[in-house]
């Protein structure tokens, strides 16, 4: 395997049938948010019980056992809103080529999924030090009018959801996450441009 | 990704790869579920292993062994295996799950002779055929 590359021959080897790459990328994707949910709640600062980020998100514990399973397969759009919004997190969506959904899946250890809340001061003093040409650590680009994007601007919108996780298979790997404001432990200049998180396929309409 | 792990494979004594053989004769999703599933353990410390939600130590009768865990083709998926090193994991037998009950109902006895025989003749085991980075 060439140096750096999270692929090899044979792996590639193993995922050249279509329908195997399908459930491969399905398992991936939901591998990945469930661990990513726990992660955040898990995350130092916040040690919430799955009763706790129910709470937050209005919803019984038992609905947050369900998206914390790999195995359920019809986590929402609309949940996912609602899970970054509890924890102050914005929503990232996309359909990535797949040289950088093999950078990004493979993220899964907690120490990788640690996002912060939503900041006014450290947002601002990152502005600061980029107008006044000073280093702020790596702040990733955000592509103006990507669906991603759109989609980011938040839960409150009123975007509607015409799928699930558990339809509409992806011939594109997706991906899905709650955002790093900063790239905090991330490695954003790792990727040739805009990468964000893990989802199966989905549709997304903005109105 | 950095994989941390390796994965081996239980051999009968006339060389049949087990669970190679079990893993042949499940479906695709299962297929390529268990390969999704080894691909993150791989990645994880074990101390992150421990959630319940990816593999679980057994007790009881099955103590010694563990499970991953993972639902494939509307089946509950438990290959049993058990930690050989310290960054190594031995798979010894594909279970399954049907209403809290093993199937076969001997899984845990099976896994356990086969983990002495491990234990006793590494040689016992292959490396994992299936590609994880």
Same mark, same amino acid.
């Given at each position: 395997?060439?140096?750096?590359?999270?692929?090899?021959?044979?792996?590639?080897?193993?995922?050249?049938?279509?329908?195997?790459?399908?459930?491969?990328?399905?398992? !991936?994707?939901? #591998?990945?948010? +469930?661990?990513?949910?726990? +992660?955040?709640?898990?995350?130092?600062? /916040?040690?919430?019980? $799955? #009763?706790?980020?129910?709470? /937050?998100?209005?919803?019984? $514990?038992?609905?947050?056992?369900?998206?914390?399973?790999?195995?359920?397969?019809?986590?929402?759009? $609309?949940?996912?809103?609602?899970?970054?919004? +509890?924890?102050?997190?914005?929503?990232?969506?996309?359909?990535?080529?797949?040289?950088?959904?093999?950078? /990004?899946?493979?993220?899964?250890?907690?120490?990788?999924?640690?996002?912060?809340?939503?900041?006014?001061?450290?947002?601002?003093?990152?502005?600061?030090? +980029?107008?006044?040409?000073?280093?702020?650590?790596?702040?990733?680009?955000?592509?103006?009018?990507?669906?991603?994007?759109?989609?980011?601007?938040?839960? $409150?919108?009123? !975007?509607?959801?015409?799928d699930t996780v558990s339809q509409a298979m992806p011939t594109q790997p997706a991906l899905i996450d709650g955002v790093n404001e900063d790239g905090h432990n991330r490695g954003y200049a790792d990727y040739p441009r805009n990468a964000m998180g893990t989802l199966n396929s989905l549709s997304v309409n903005i109105q | 990704m950095a994989v941390l792990w390796s994965f081996r494979c239980y051999l009968s004594p006339d060389g049949t790869d087990e669970i190679r053989k079990a893993h042949d004769s499940e479906e695709r999703q299962t297929r390529k579920k268990f390969h999704s599933r080894l691909k993150i353990l791989a990645a994880l410390p074990f101390e992150e292993w421990h959630n319940g939600v990816l593999y679980r130590e057994l007790h009881g009768e099955c103590f010694g062994l563990g499970e991953i865990k993972f639902k494939g083709d509307n089946v509950q998926q438990r290959p049993l295996g058990f930690r050989s090193s310290e960054y190594e994991f031995a798979i010894l037998f594909w279970a399954h799950e049907r209403g809290n009950k093993w199937v076969p109902l001997k899984a845990c006895q099976r896994a356990l002779e086969r983990k002495a025989e491990v234990i006793a003749n590494k040689d016992r085991t292959n490396a994992l055929w299936l590609a994880l980075e």
């Open positions: 395997m060439p140096y750096g590359l999270p692929w090899s021959e044979e792996f590639i080897g193993q995922i050249t049938d279509k329908d195997d790459r399908r459930e491969f990328v399905a398992d !991936q994707v939901r #591998t990945r948010l +469930a661990l990513l949910i726990r +992660a955040l709640r898990e995350q130092d600062e /916040r040690q919430w019980s $799955q #009763t706790e980020l129910g709470q /937050r998100m209005g919803k019984p $514990q038992s609905v947050i056992s369900r998206i914390e399973d790999p195995d359920y397969g019809k986590l929402s759009l $609309q949940t996912l809103f609602e899970v970054a919004d +509890a924890f102050d997190l914005p929503l990232w969506v996309d359909i990535p080529e797949w040289e950088e959904w093999f950078r /990004r899946i493979g993220e899964v250890e907690s120490k990788r999924l640690r996002r912060r809340s939503f900041n006014a001061e450290r947002l601002v003093a990152q502005a600061r030090a +980029a107008r006044d040409g000073q280093p702020s650590g790596a702040i990733p680009s955000i592509c103006p009018g990507s669906v991603a994007t759109r989609a980011s601007m938040g839960a $409150q919108g009123n !975007q509607t959801m015409s | -």
